[in-house]
């Protein structure tokens, strides 16, 4: 695993759009969130995180289908779209992972985030499944650049670490 990150977007939102604010103060995401490389993301609500999820498509693309959603197959979108108006996205990318668009890996990571996010207190509140898989010699400790990204307030990703 390269882990590269993270980059940070503030969301405003409503139940039915959203609207993506980066640091260049432009209206859309780029670099790692607009490339195709597997990445995993982490949306919070004042300080927390609420949701933790990987994609393989371009932030802008996940977004919308977990916006628009059309409730076919079962899949309701984000809950969390529901709640407040505004949230921070954090956005890691994996190089190691652009070419082969495997995403394993980066899987196995989100489930060790969102387990570490338990242990500072609850499960992210709108988290609805965490997928497990047997995980490489590279997956058994979080990528560094993963310790850079609170996990709740002041409790850093990195502390825990085994």
Not at 16 to 22: E, I, K, Q
Not at 45 to 58: A, H
Request: hydrophobic share 35%; charged share 20%; aromatic share 10%.
């Amino acid at each position: 695993m390269n882990i590269v990150g993270p980059e940070r977007y503030e969301l405003t939102y409503d139940e039915h759009s959203f609207a993506v604010h980066c640091k260049d103060n432009t209206p859309q995401f780029s670099g790692i969130a607009a490339s195709k490389m597997p990445k995993l993301y982490i949306a919070s609500i004042n300080d927390v995180p609420v949701y933790v999820g990987i994609t393989k498509r371009r932030m802008s693309e996940r977004l919308r289908y977990g916006w628009n959603v059309t409730r076919q197959h079962g899949y309701h979108g984000y809950a969390w779209r529901r709640t407040g108006t505004n949230a921070v996205l954090h956005v890691w990318g994996d190089e190691d992972q652009a070419i082969e668009r495997d995403h394993l890996d980066l899987e196995t990571v989100e489930a060790e985030i969102v387990y570490l996010i338990r242990m500072n207190g609850q499960w992210p509140q709108f988290q609805t499944e965490i997928h497990f898989h047997p995980g490489h010699q590279n997956t058994g400790k979080l990528p560094k650049a993963f310790s850079r990204c609170s996990v709740s307030s002041g409790a850093s990703l990195g502390v825990v670490q085994r």
